[in-house]
C-alpha cells in the first residue's frame, strides 16, 4: 500500500540543512533589484524573521521606502483568535490595517494608493483550511486591476513539500476563508507556489514575483529546518502542534474541544468535551487504540477547558501520543470521525463550516455511513493523482 506520510519530527534525526529563505536574500544584489524606487506595503505577521532574527518590517522601513503594513489573521504581533482591528507600528510609526475584520479580508483601492508594490511574508503549515493562503489570493485580487505588484518572499511548506494528502476540495466549496481554492487537506506546496496556481487558475492575472527559499528540498521537513520556531498562529506554540494540527484541525469541526486554552500548550494534543462522561473517554480510548493506527496512541485524559468551546468546564476525552514517525493524516482523521459518530450517536455533531474543512458533503456522509476507510481512499487517491499533474506546471523547487 501506499503511504503518504504526514511531517515527521523524526527524533532519531539530527540532519539540518542550511537554507535561505525569501526573506534571508533580501541582501543580494539581484534581489534587492526588485524593491528599489519603489513605495512599498508589506503584509506579515510576527514570524516573518530572518535566520538573523531581523523582521522584515524593521528592514524593509531601514533599506527601502515601506510605506503601509497589513496584518493577516491572528494579527501583527500573532497573538490574537478574535477579529483584529486596525492600529500603529510602535516601532516604525506607520498604519497597521487589519485584513481580518468582520467582513473584510483585503485592502481597499483608497488604501492602495501611491503604492507600488505589497511585499507579502507569511508562515504556512501546508494544511488547506490555514487562512494565510486566503489572505494572499484577496490581497491579488485586490492589487490585479490596479497594477500594483505582488511580491512573496518564499518559504518551505512546514509539512514537506511531497506529502499530499485528503480529499480535493470540491469546487462548489471553493471560495470560503477556510476553504479558498481546489486542493488537498495536505497539498504539499509553498505559499510562493500556491499564488502562482491561483493567479493562473482563478484568472486573477495580478503582477506577481516570487522569491524562492534555497537550500530547500521538497523532502525537507520541519526536522530539517535550522532556526528556531517562530509560531505563526497562537496555538502552534510547539513545533509538534503542526504535525497534530493535521490531524486535529479537521475535527475541531465537532462539537468538541482540541485543548485550545489561554497558553496553548495543549491544543490540538487532546480532544473531548463535558457531554463525555469519564467511563465513555476510557472507552473512546480503548476503541481508537483498537483501530492500531500507525504510530499513535490514545489516553482518556480529563481537564478544564480554559478557552473557547466549553470554556470553564470540565471535559473528559483522549490525549494523543505521537511518536514523530510517519501516520496518514486523512486516513487517521477518517477513521477517528467515524468512531465519535458511531459511539456518541446524536451527540457528535459538525458544524456547518465541517464539509469545507473534509472537503466535500459525501465525505462526512460516507463517515457518518460507516464506509470502511479502504473504500473511500481508492476516491481520495485518484482525486490525489490528478492534482499532482495540474500542480507540477507551478512548483518551485
Same mark, same amino acid.
Given at each position: 500500500?501506499?503511504?503518504? #506520510?504526514?511531517?515527521?519530527i523524526?527524533?532519531?534525526?539530527?540532519?539540518?540543512?542550511?537554507m535561505d529563505?525569501g526573506?534571508d536574500?533580501?541582501?543580494?544584489a539581484? !534581489?534587492s =533589484?526588485?524593491?528599489? /524606487?519603489? =513605495?512599498?506595503?508589506v503584509?506579515?505577521? &510576527?514570524a516573518?524573521?530572518?535566520?538573523?532574527? !531581523?523582521?522584515l518590517i524593521d528592514?524593509?522601513?531601514?533599506?527601502?521606502?515601506?510605506? =503601509?503594513?497589513f496584518?493577516p489573521?491572528?494579527g501583527? %504581533?500573532?497573538l490574537?483568535?478574535?477579529?483584529?482591528?486596525? /492600529?500603529?507600528?510602535?516601532?516604525t510609526g506607520l &498604519?497597521?490595517?487589519?485584513?481580518?475584520?468582520?467582513?473584510?479580508?483585503?485592502?481597499?483601492?483608497?488604501?492602495?494608493?501611491? $503604492?507600488d508594490?505589497? !511585499?507579502i511574508?507569511l508562515q504556512d503549515?501546508?494544511?488547506?483550511?490555514y487562512?494565510y493562503?486566503?489572505?494572499i489570493?484577496e490581497?491579488?485580487?485586490a492589487?490585479?486591476p490596479l497594477?500594483?505588484e505582488v511580491?512573496?518572499?518564499? %518559504?518551505? +511548506?512546514?509539512?514537506?513539500?511531497e506529502?499530499i494528502?485528503?480529499?480535493?476540495?470540491?469546487?462548489?466549496?471553493?471560495?470560503?476563508?477556510?476553504?479558498?481554492?481546489?486542493v488537498?487537506?495536505?497539498h504539499g506546496? #509553498?505559499l /510562493?507556489?500556491?499564488?502562482q496556481?491561483? +493567479?493562473v487558475?482563478?484568472?486573477?492575472?495580478?503582477?506577481?514575483?516570487v522569491?524562492?527559499?534555497s537550500?530547500w528540498?521538497r523532502?525537507?521537513?520541519?526536522?530539517d529546518l535550522?532556526?528556531?520556531?517562530?509560531?505563526?498562529s497562537?496555538a502552534?506554540?510547539?513545533?509538534?502542534?503542526?504535525?497534530?494540527?493535521? $490531524?486535529?484541525g #479537521?475535527?475541531?469541526?465537532?462539537?468538541?474541544? !482540541?485543548? %485550545?486554552?489561554?497558553? +496553548?500548550e495543549m491544543?490540538?494534543?487532546?480532544?473531548?468535551a463535558?457531554?463525555?462522561?469519564?467511563?465513555?473517554?476510557?472507552?473512546l480510548?480503548?476503541i481508537l487504540?483498537?483501530?492500531?493506527l500507525?504510530?499513535?496512541?490514545?489516553?482518556?485524559?480529563?481537564?478544564?477547558?480554559t478557552?473557547?468551546i466549553?470554556?470553564?468546564?470540565?471535559?473528559h /476525552?483522549?490525549?494523543i501520543k505521537?511518536n514523530g514517525?510517519e501516520v496518514?493524516t486523512?486516513?487517521v482523521?477518517y477513521?477517528?470521525s467515524?468512531v465519535?459518530?458511531?459511539l456518541?450517536?446524536?451527540?457528535?455533531?459538525?458544524?456547518?463550516m465541517?464539509?469545507?474543512?473534509?472537503g466535500?458533503?459525501k465525505m462526512?456522509?460516507?463517515?457518518?455511513?460507516q464506509?470502511?476507510?479502504k473504500?473511500y481512499q481508492?476516491?481520495?487517491d485518484?482525486?490525489?493523482?490528478?492534482?499532482?499533474?495540474? %500542480?507540477?506546471?507551478?512548483?518551485?523547487?
Amino acid at each position: 500500500m501506499k503511504l503518504i #506520510t504526514l511531517l515527521l519530527i523524526v527524533l532519531l534525526s539530527n540532519s539540518v540543512f542550511s537554507m535561505d529563505y525569501g526573506i534571508d536574500r533580501l541582501d543580494e544584489a539581484n !534581489v534587492s =533589484k526588485i524593491f528599489e /524606487g519603489k =513605495k512599498l506595503a508589506v503584509l506579515t505577521h &510576527a514570524a516573518a524573521k530572518s535566520k538573523s532574527g !531581523v523582521h522584515l518590517i524593521d528592514f524593509l522601513h531601514q533599506k527601502f521606502e515601506l510605506k =503601509k503594513i497589513f496584518a493577516p489573521e491572528h494579527g501583527l %504581533r500573532t497573538l490574537n483568535d478574535d477579529w483584529v482591528d486596525d /492600529g500603529i507600528d510602535e516601532a516604525t510609526g506607520l &498604519a497597521v490595517m487589519s485584513l481580518y475584520k468582520r467582513g473584510e479580508r483585503a485592502p481597499r483601492p483608497e488604501d492602495l494608493q501611491g $503604492i507600488d508594490a505589497v !511585499v507579502i511574508d507569511l508562515q504556512d503549515v501546508g494544511v488547506r483550511y490555514y487562512t494565510y493562503f486566503s489572505t494572499i489570493a484577496e490581497v491579488m485580487k485586490a492589487l490585479a486591476p490596479l497594477k500594483i505588484e505582488v511580491i512573496i518572499l518564499d %518559504r518551505p +511548506n512546514l509539512l514537506g513539500g511531497e506529502l499530499i494528502e485528503g480529499k480535493v476540495l470540491d469546487p462548489s466549496l471553493a471560495g470560503s476563508f477556510t476553504a479558498y481554492h481546489t486542493v488537498p487537506t495536505r497539498h504539499g506546496m #509553498t505559499l /510562493g507556489e500556491l499564488a502562482q496556481m491561483i +493567479n493562473v487558475e482563478n484568472k486573477i492575472n495580478a503582477k506577481l514575483t516570487v522569491i524562492p527559499a534555497s537550500g530547500w528540498k521538497r523532502e525537507n521537513l520541519i526536522n530539517d529546518l535550522d532556526r528556531p520556531w517562530l509560531a505563526p498562529s497562537p496555538a502552534l506554540v510547539e513545533i509538534e502542534q503542526v504535525g497534530l494540527y493535521a $490531524i486535529w484541525g #479537521t475535527l475541531e469541526n465537532f462539537n468538541l474541544s !482540541v485543548g %485550545r486554552g489561554k497558553s +496553548n500548550e495543549m491544543a490540538f494534543k487532546i480532544l473531548g468535551a463535558p457531554w463525555i462522561e469519564e467511563n465513555e473517554s476510557k472507552e473512546l480510548g480503548l476503541i481508537l487504540n483498537q483501530l492500531k493506527l500507525p504510530n499513535l496512541e490514545f489516553v482518556p485524559y480529563s481537564w478544564k477547558v480554559t478557552r473557547a468551546i466549553y470554556e470553564g468546564q470540565l471535559a473528559h /476525552g483522549v490525549m494523543i501520543k505521537w511518536n514523530g514517525h510517519e501516520v496518514r493524516t486523512d486516513e487517521v482523521t477518517y477513521k477517528i470521525s467515524a468512531v465519535l459518530f458511531k459511539l456518541f450517536k446524536g451527540r457528535a455533531k459538525l458544524n456547518k463550516m465541517a464539509a469545507q474543512s473534509y472537503g466535500s458533503v459525501k465525505m462526512i456522509e460516507a463517515i457518518e455511513s460507516q464506509i470502511p476507510w479502504k473504500i473511500y481512499q481508492a476516491t481520495i487517491d485518484q482525486e490525489l493523482e490528478k492534482f499532482k499533474t495540474s %500542480r507540477s506546471k507551478f512548483l518551485l523547487y
